[in-house]
């Protein structure tokens, strides 16, 4: 740290002699605002520190960033420049753990991705594919042939549609497994059909699981009866910490909690079981670090999801279930 903040007051000393008065004016209050903030830190965290301090010359409106990241720095690097360089953190942000989500029918399917902070749909495919022909002889069977044929194209289709998206993070390895959906027997034809390549059918998740819908509701009910096989999952877990809290809701047995001061109130005493919180709250690093000296579970969910859209919109970002009552 001495070191860090012996070379920012060295460039804040020499930024005077910048001849552009706006650009001086905004190196001079970004070092300062960093020093500033540096000083105060007394223990650099285990992960390192990361610092974005700068000045909009034209709108004098200024920003200073201090964080640990979620995974160790392993690089020093200072730069004065037009904007801040996040490449050193880009890599932190990429998925771990992910699950890939096929549902398939014979003529409709929808391919999606699991990640700890939720589920993203990649592809919905619609196909029209005609039902059985009513007329019999023959013309029945040459017309059941190109149905069948239209059927066997359409799940080619989606298995290269699904290859294309789940092989790269296979190779990454970071495709944790496979689940697969849908209603009667497609989602069986699709599988025993090769329609995957083989190094992806080798990571699917137990048995098919019936699904009545497409899109979004599908990938919902899916993952709600898949909740068994993915156990641990963030995203799952967090779903389940947010029904969890609307039974108790309902209930009304004064373990759900909401309001922030009384919620800070009762991680001080150690009476909360689980906290969930959107994860654009403003409180949140100091929830999560009231949580952790109190032995409190986290839940931290995007905003974007319909619970912590929810969560956001009715309880201010924020609630938690009690391990007991204490009003």
């Known amino acids: 740290m001495s070191d860090v903040l ?142 069948e044929q239209m059927v066997e194209d359409f799940y080619k289709k989606v298995g290269e549609k699904a290859n294309k998206h789940f092989i790269p993070l296979l190779e990454e390895k970071k495709l944790k497994g496979i689940l697969v959906g849908g209603p009667g027997y497609s989602k069986i034809d699709f599988i025993k059909g090769g329609y995957l390549d083989y190094r992806l059918r080798s990571k699917i998740i137990g048995e098919p699981i019936d699904v009545s819908y497409q899109g979004e509701p599908g990938v919902r009910e899916l993952l709600n009866k898949a909740a068994h096989l993915i156990k641990g999952q963030r995203y799952v877990e967090s779903i389940s910490a947010v029904e969890e809290f609307k039974m108790h809701l309902v209930k009304d047995d004064g373990l759900a909690i909401y309001g922030l001061n009384d919620i800070k109130e009762a991680l001080k005493m150690g009476a909360i079981d689980k906290l969930i919180v959107v994860e654009d709250h403003d409180a949140l690093d100091e929830l999560e670090e009231l949580a952790k000296k109190n032995g409190s579970h986290v839940y931290i969910i995007s905003p974007d999801l319909p619970e912590g859209g929810w969560i956001k919109k009715t309880f201010q970002g924020v609630v938690a279930i009690l391990r007991y009552q204490i009003y």
């Open 6 to 147: 012996e070379l920012l007051r060295r460039e804040l000393s020499i930024a005077g002699n910048i001849k552009l008065k706006k650009t001086r004016n905004a190196v001079e209050q970004a070092l300062s605002m960093a020093i500033d903030r540096l000083t105060k830190i007394n223990k650099i965290p285990d992960t390192g520190l990361v610092v974005f301090a700068g000045v909009n010359p034209d709108s004098g409106d200024s920003i200073c960033l201090v964080f640990a990241p979620p995974d160790p720095v392993n690089v020093f690097f200072y730069r004065t420049d037009k904007w801040f360089h996040t490449e050193f953190l880009e890599p932190m942000l990429e998925e771990s753990e992910v699950y890939g989500i096929i549902i398939v029918e014979r003529d409709q399917a929808t391919i999606a991705l699991l990640k700890p902070s939720g589920y993203i749909i990649l592809e919905e495919l619609d196909e029209f594919i005609p039902g059985k022909h009513s007329k019999g002889g023959q013309s029945q069977r040459r017309f059941d042939r190109i149905i």
